[in-house]
C-alpha cells in the first residue's frame, strides 16, 4: 500500500513540476521542437538539459525510466527551489494542508487546485465532482481552474465520461462548458460536448444563445454548411434584454448578426446599423463604482472584438473602419489596455488598430505594440495567428517571406481567415 502511496505522490511531484517548469520557461510544450526551445532557454540560463531528455520527462517522446534525480534537480533550481527532494516536501506540505485542512481545503489555491488535479488523474470522479461543487465562483484562482478542467477534458482517455461527470453538476457546466470554451477545439470534440450534453441539460435562452452563436459561427468561420435548425430557436425571435447579459453573450450575439447578415447578402445595406449597435452597447456597458477601469476595458474589448472578426471574415471591415465614431472606440480601447495584455479580443484590438494605421517597413510610434502575456490554452490557434499577423503587417526581407508562408497556411487551417483583410 505504501509503494502506491508513493507512486502516486511522485506522479503528482513530476505533473506539478512540469507545470511549473512550462512557466517558468513560458512554453507550453505539446511536440519537439518546443523541448528544443526549452532546451535553449535553458542553456542561456546556465542549465545544461537535452532536448531529448526534456521530451522524456514531458512525454513527447515515450519512456519507462524515471529522470534521472541530478536531472530533476536541475529542473527545481531553475525553478527557484534548492532540490527535487525540497520541491516535493513543499508540495506535499501544502497538499497535506488542503487536504485535511477543513478551512481550506476547497479554497483552490495554487495547491488545493493540486487536490482536484491529483482526484483527476486518479478517476477519482467522486471527489472532482465535489471539489468543483465546492468551489466559490468568486474566488481570484477561477481562471486555473477552468485551464486545469480544460486541459484535463482535452486529453483525458476517459474523456466522455469526465464529461458526464461536470455536467451532472451546476458547477461543473459553468466552469467547463460555459468559461472554459475550447475556441481551439482540436477534432471538434468541444463541439460534439455542446451539442451532446449541455444543448439538452438548458433550456433557459441564455445558455441556448452562447451555443447557438458558438456553434454557428465556428461553421461560417470553417465554410462549413451550419445547422439551420439552430436558427429556428426562440432566443432569435425575441428583443433581447442585453443589461442582462454577459458580455461574452453580447460579443457573441452581435458577432452571428454580422456573419448572418453576411450570408443572406443584407451585410452592405445594415453595416450602418451594425456599427452604431455595437458602439452603443460598448458605451453603455458599465460596472459599479468597485470596477477597475483596466477590467471594464477589457470588457469592451470583447464587445467589440467579435465584431471585428465578422465585418472582417466578411470584407466589411476596412468600410467599417471609414466611420469616425468606430474607428475612435477601437483606438480608445486600445489605448486603455496595459502595457501587457491580456486577453485575445485585446489582440485583435491591436492587430486592428495597427493594420487600420500600418506604414510598410516601419513601426508605429504613435500606437507601441504590447505583448499578450496569457497563454490562453483553449485559444492556441488564436493567439499564434493573430500575434504572427500584426507581424507580417511591418515584417521585411525573410522574416515577411517565412510569415506569409505560415500565416496564410495556419490561418485557412484553423478558420482564421478572417485576418486576411487587414492584410492585403
Keep these: 500500500m505504501q509503494k502506491i502511496s508513493n507512486e502516486r505522490f511522485d506522479h503528482l511531484y513530476l505533473r506539478e513540476l512540469s507545470s511549473r517548469l512550462q512557466k517558468h520557461l513560458l512554453i ?12 535553449e532557454k535553458l542553456l542561456k540560463s546556465g542549465f545544461v538539459i537535452s532536448a531529448h531528455t526534456l521530451a522524456r520527462f514531458f512525454g513527447i517522446l515515450k519512456s519507462n525510466h524515471r529522470p534521472y534525480t541530478s536531472t530533476l534537480n536541475l529542473m527545481c533550481e531553475f525553478i527557484g527551489t534548492d532540490s527535487y527532494t525540497a520541491f516535493c516536501t513543499e508540495v506535499k506540505q501544502k497538499t497535506e494542508h488542503a487536504l485535511y485542512g477543513p478551512i481550506d481545503a476547497f479554497k483552490t489555491g495554487p495547491f488545493s ?45 476517459k474523456r466522455e465520461l469526465l464529461l458526464k461527470k461536470l455536467i451532472e453538476i451546476e458547477h461543473g457546466r459553468h466552469l467547463f462548458y460555459e468559461s472554459y470554451v475550447d475556441e481551439d477545439d482540436p477534432g471538434g470534440y468541444y463541439s460534439h460536448a455542446l451539442k451532446k450534453y449541455y444543448q439538452s441539460s438548458f433550456s433557459n435562452s441564455d445558455s441556448q444563445l452562447f451555443l447557438h452563436c458558438f456553434l454557428l459561427s465556428k461553421s461560417i468561420y470553417l465554410n462549413e454548411t451550419f445547422d439551420l435548425t439552430l436558427l429556428k430557436s426562440s432566443i432569435f425571435n425575441v428583443d433581447l434584454s442585453f443589461k442582462e447579459l454577459h458580455f461574452h453573450e453580447i460579443s457573441r450575439y452581435l458577432e452571428l448578426q454580422i456573419l448572418l447578415d453576411f450570408k443572406k447578402g443584407f ?28 477590467l471594464l476595458n477589457h470588457d469592451r474589448c470583447w464587445i467589440v472584438a467579435r465584431s471585428l472578426k465578422a465585418l472582417s471574415f466578411s470584407g466589411f471591415l476596412k468600410d467599417a473602419l471609414k466611420h469616425d465614431g468606430f474607428r475612435i472606440l477601437i483606438e480608445e480601447l486600445y489605448r486603455g489596455s496595459s502595457k501587457n495584455i491580456g486577453s485575445i479580443a485585446e489582440l485583435i484590438i491591436q492587430f486592428v488598430v495597427h493594420g487600420m494605421n500600418k506604414s510598410p517597413g516601419k513601426g508605429n510610434d504613435f500606437f507601441p505594440p504590447k505583448r499578450i502575456t496569457a497563454l490562453h490554452d483553449n485559444e492556441t490557434n488564436s493567439r499564434i495567428v493573430i500575434e504572427a499577423a500584426t507581424s507580417l503587417i511591418y515584417a521585411e526581407e525573410k522574416i515577411k517571406t517565412i510569415l506569409e508562408k505560415n500565416v496564410y497556411s495556419f490561418a485557412k487551417k484553423t478558420g482564421h481567415t478572417w485576418l486576411f483583410e487587414l492584410l492585403e
Design 113 to 157: 487546485l493540486i487536490t482536484l488535479e491529483i482526484a483527476l488523474a486518479n478517476e477519482d470522479w467522486k471527489s472532482v465532482q465535489e471539489i468543483v461543487s465546492n468551489f466559490k465562483i468568486d474566488d481570484p484562482f477561477k481562471n486555473d481552474l477552468v485551464m486545469l478542467l480544460g486541459k484535463s477534458v482535452r486529453y483525458s482517455q
Design 267 to 294: 451585410l452592405k445595406n445594415n453595416l450602418l446599423n451594425h456599427l452604431e449597435q455595437v458602439t452603443e452597447l460598448t458605451a453603455g456597458y458599465v460596472y459599479n463604482d468597485k470596477c477597475t477601469q483596466e
Design 28 to 39: 507550453e510544450v505539446k511536440e519537439f521542437n518546443d523541448c528544443k526551445l526549452a532546451s
